[in-house]
């Protein structure tokens, strides 16, 4: 079983809607990662989360909102969706001591919003 | 604002051919350089680096970071197709990746 999944794989919505998408990791690491992946842009931070009650915007985080349900558990929301937010989204997690900067990413979900 | 650039942004070789894929940074409280593979989807983890000047080395792949000079290069000798691949590069602070834009390299039987 893969350490990092993400739901769904591929979503299409259109312009206004809401989107949830989930990240979860069996690796038992604290720190989990929302990114998104645009072509010549490589991966921007979205949000961070250290642990399960802290919550950090990275570079692009207008627009988007997220929630850490659990230690395993980092949902990334869209709360009205836009085409420009067509893009590639990664959750990634890394250990919180030992090695804290390598991050193990997840399969990835293509987004299109029509 | 932490910045990473990559380049070139794309290559094309044959087979057999040697490249290096260049990666400088401009990371306030830098900590380490990673380097990334691509194929279909997830990056995968490629090296660590946090050291100036020591080599790392895995198969026909090796990396090295210059502290100073505050870069480092991806080399991969003797290219095979399952090579093609984007390579990403990302410098580390506080626990934060800065990604590079990434170098799409496309090896030709």
């Known amino acids: 079983d893969a350490d990092v999944t993400q739901t769904p794989r591929n979503r299409i919505t259109k312009t206004g809607k809401r989107i949830m998408l989930e990240c979860s990791q069996t690796?038992?690491?604290?720190?989990m990662y929302w990114y998104r992946q645009d072509p010549g842009l490589g991966l921007r931070l979205i949000y961070y989360?250290?642990?399960?009650?802290?919550?950090n915007k990275g570079e692009i985080s207008d627009g988007y909102s997220v929630s850490r349900q659990a230690q395993a558990k980092f949902s990334l929301s869209l709360e009205s969706a836009i085409p420009n937010q067509t893009a590639l989204y990664f959750c990634?997690?890394?250990?919180?001591?030992?090695?804290?900067?390598?991050?193990?990413f997840g399969p990835g979900t293509r987004l299109t919003v029509l | 604002e932490d910045k990473v650039v990559q380049s070139p942004l794309s290559l094309v070789v044959h087979e057999g051919d040697t490249v290096t894929l260049n990666c400088s940074y401009e990371?306030?409280?830098?900590?380490?350089l990673l380097w990334y593979k691509q194929e279909k989807k997830a990056p995968t983890f490629l090296f660590m680096l946090?050291?100036?000047?020591i080599e790392k080395k895995s198969g026909r792949l090796s990396s090295i970071l210059d502290k100073k000079e505050l870069f480092s290069i991806l080399n991969i000798t003797a290219t095979q197709t399952g090579d093609s691949a984007i390579y990403l590069c990302?410098?580390?602070?506080?626990?934060?990746?800065?990604f590079g834009q990434g170098t799409i390299l496309t090896v030709h039987p």
């Open positions: 990634a997690t890394s250990a919180g001591t030992g090695d804290p900067d390598t991050q193990y």
């Open positions: 690796k038992g690491h604290d720190r």
């Open positions: 989360s250290f642990d399960v009650k802290d919550i």
């Open positions: 990371v306030t409280n830098f900590r380490s």
């Open positions: 946090t050291s100036s000047g």
């Open positions: 990302a410098g580390t602070s506080y626990g934060k990746l800065t």
